[in-house]
């Protein structure tokens, strides 16, 4: 089974900080994303990259970096936590970008106070 | 506006019960459509894929149909068990460039 695993599934921040959040997939799947979950607003994209080194601005990517030195990992930086970013974060994988399944990590819930 | 419409937002029903969940969608071109289930703090987990050509699917007690043409999909559970409460997220592929449309879900709660 493909696994994917968030490091974190709970964080509370304090507006300012610098927060790390990673995902690594033990599949060598080409294709990895991070998503946000809000109620009421569904999944929306951040980021997205199709292969190492290489990243791709998704539907919201203000105020987020994304760093991806290895095929296996994805990292979600915030580089000054703000209380709008008090959400839940989903990292996903898929092997093909055109049909693929995505496979979800179980998500990271971020606070910042 | 968003793409992908799903309705009702949320449902409660008793186990043993059937429901019908709805995704209506605008995406165009269309590629496929997901439907995952998520349970309370977890991520998204895949049920079933439609694609253009297949007008029913199913997985178990679960029970997909796509109707190309007038670009509805509909999630059938039948025989509802408390395992299924959960959010059913409908998830559109665009043809070409591989986006991805997502509805808001469902939010199934299924009493005993």
């Known amino acids: 089974d493909v696994k994917v695993t968030q490091s974190s599934r709970y964080l509370v921040k304090r507006t300012g900080e610098k927060v790390f959040l990673e995902c690594v997939q033990d599949?060598?799947?080409?294709?990895m994303f991070w998503y946000r979950q809000d109620p009421g607003l569904g999944l929306r994209l951040i980021y997205f990259?199709?292969?190492?080194?290489?990243?791709e601005k998704g539907d919201i990517p203000e105020g987020y970096s994304v760093s991806r030195e290895k095929k296996e990992r994805f990292s979600l930086i915030l580089e000054s936590a703000s209380t709008n970013q008090t959400s839940m974060y989903l990292c996903?994988?898929?092997?093909?970008?055109?049909?693929?399944?995505?496979?979800f990590g179980e998500g990271s819930r971020l606070t910042v106070l | 506006k968003n793409q992908v419409e799903q309705s009702p937002q949320s449902l409660i029903i008793l186990e043993g019960k059937n429901c019908t969940l709805q995704?209506?969608?605008?995406?165009?071109?269309?590629?496929?459509l997901r439907w995952y289930k998520q349970d309370t703090g977890r991520g998204p987990v895949s049920l079933t894929i439609?694609?253009?050509?297949?007008n029913t699917k199913s997985n178990g007690r679960y029970t997909a149909t796509l109707d190309a043409d007038t670009k509805q999909s509909s999630l059938h559970i039948t025989a509802s068990q408390l395992s299924d409460s959960a959010s059913y997220i409908c998830?559109?592929?665009?043809?070409?460039?591989?986006?991805?449309?997502f509805g808001k879900g469902n939010q199934v709660v299924v009493i005993p």
């Open positions: 996903a994988s898929t092997l093909t970008a055109n049909t693929g399944e995505l496979f």
């Open positions: 599949m060598d799947h080409e294709n």
């Open positions: 990259s199709y292969d190492v080194k290489m990243k």
């Open positions: 995704c209506n969608y605008t995406v165009s071109p269309f590629s496929n």
């Open positions: 439609m694609t253009f050509s297949e």
């Open positions: 998830v559109v592929r665009f043809y070409g460039n591989n986006r991805l449309a």
